[in-house]
């Protein structure tokens, strides 16, 4: 069986960094990229001062998002749609809706506003 080598050390007894909002980050995220592109992603992660991690969460949440429209999109739009229109009649104050379920619907808004429907 292969073990990692830094699993190998007593990682119990190291002190985990502190976290200003006390998350537990345990979910893995990959994707594939050229030699080229790692190289010029390397680059800039190490021009930011930001850890790996936070460079890459921060570049895929805070980026402008443009979506060429295509069915696959827009079955995923009216699905998450409904959700939250479901949510939305649930409650007797919008104002109390769920985070996730505001979160959702911002994403639909910027996705909306920058589908480009041109090939």
């Known amino acids: 069986m292969f073990i990692r ?6 990682t119990a007894l190291k002190k985990k960094k502190d976290d ?3 998350r537990v980050r345990n979910q893995i995220l990959n994707f594939r990229t050229t030699p ?5 992603i390397e680059d800039r992660i190490a021009l930011s001062g930001l850890t ?9 949440m805070n980026q402008k998002i443009v979506v060429h429209g ?7 739009i009216n699905k998450q749609l409904s959700v939250i229109m479901g949510h939305i009649t649930s409650t007797d104050f919008p104002e109390n ?23």
């Open 5 to 10: 080598d830094n699993l190998t050390q007593n």
């Open 52 to 60: 790996k991690s936070e460079f890459l969460i921060q570049s895929c």
């Open 70 to 76: 295509n069915v696959k999109v827009f079955a995923e």
């Open 20 to 22: 200003e909002h006390a």
């Open 97 to 119: 809706l769920e985070e996730d379920v505001l979160e959702n619907l911002r994403t639909i808004m910027e996705l909306s506003a920058g589908l480009n429907l041109e090939k």
């Open 36 to 40: 080229e592109e790692r190289k010029k």
